[in-house]
């Protein structure tokens, strides 16, 4: 049996003050194009998850987000033919500045319950209900 690679990414989900979460489109650019997501990215050989969080949502959306305003959340853990991605997943109710468009196509906010009626990678579907209860 071959051992995949093990990629660790770190995904944040940013909640709003009505309860709804920010999931933005994948670019046409990238792997799995055009699918939905919790923004976030590869965390580098140096970096914690919540470095790599703080940099990947100022360079993807252009906010800011002070380390105490993560509070670890749950994790996905998923075997992708190529790789097995393991994410955690942190909520953000707090930071600086509007999110707005640099990397990816779109942006949306939803209630966790509507998060369904779009399409995401399948390491971040079990999230959703997780992301249900909490809010």
């Known amino acids: 049996m071959t051992q995949k690679q ?29 699918l939905w997501e919790f923004p976030g990215g590869k965390v580098e050989s140096a970096e914690r998850p919540e470095q790599a969080l703080i940099r990947e949502l100022r360079e993807e959306l252009g906010i800011v987000v002070k380390e105490d305003c993560l509070a670890p959340f749950t ?4 075997a992708y033919p190529e790789f097995h991605l393991l994410m955690p997943l942190y909520v953000c109710r707090k930071w600086q500045r509007q999110p707005r468009l640099r990397e990816h196509q779109a942006l949306k906010w939803l209630y966790p319950r509507q998060l369904h009626t779009c399409a995401m990678p399948a390491a971040d579907l079990p999230l959703i209900a997780m992301l249900c209860d909490l809010l």
Not at 75 to 78: L, R
Request: hydrophobic share 60%; net charge neutral; charged share 20%.
């Open 6 to 34: 093990l990629v660790l990414v770190a995904a944040g989900a940013l909640i709003d003050a009505d309860g709804r979460v920010l999931i933005a489109q994948r670019p046409a650019t990238k792997e799995m194009a055009g």
């Open 75 to 78: 994790f996905a853990s998923h």
